[in-house]
């Protein structure tokens, strides 16, 4: 069993940032991705930012050089800073950790942290 706590979302102006951190309560190199997805009001949840075990990221394209994903390793924590903050960022964002057992992945979440970025 995995355990995510999420923090650091709230209310920015546009233009502004946030970091958001997801604490696990397992080694996150034991995970085979850790990711951060968001979720907008009527919208389905989407994949904003991945890091693999081996520290390889991505990004959607609509936050390609806005946000950037990173880890403690010691710490067991992912972070999601995020720049240049626009009002379409709005959402609930989740942290996500998938392990695989037995040859299958399981996927975990957090609980979500509300971003809300105002024009």
């Known amino acids: 069993q995995v355990q995510l706590v999420e923090s650091g979302g709230g209310l920015v102006q546009a233009g502004g940032s946030l970091r958001l951190s997801c604490a696990a309560s397992?080694?996150?190199?034991?995970?085979?991705?850790m990711a951060w997805y968001r979720q907008a009001p009527g919208k389905q949840r989407e994949l904003v930012s991945i890091?693999?075990?081996?520290?390889?990221?991505n990004s959607v394209y609509s936050v390609k050089g806005r946000f950037t994903i990173s880890r403690d390793i010691a710490k067991n924590t992912v972070y999601l800073q995020m720049n240049s903050l626009k009002p379409e960022d709005t959402a609930v964002y989740y942290c996500?950790?998938?392990?695989?057992?037995?040859?299958?992945?399981?996927?975990?979440w957090g609980q979500g942290t509300q971003v809300t970025v105002s024009s």
């Open positions: 996500n950790a998938v392990r695989q057992w037995l040859g299958n992945n399981q996927n975990y």
């Open positions: 890091i693999t075990s081996g520290g390889n990221t």
């Open positions: 397992v080694s996150i190199v034991s995970c085979k991705t």
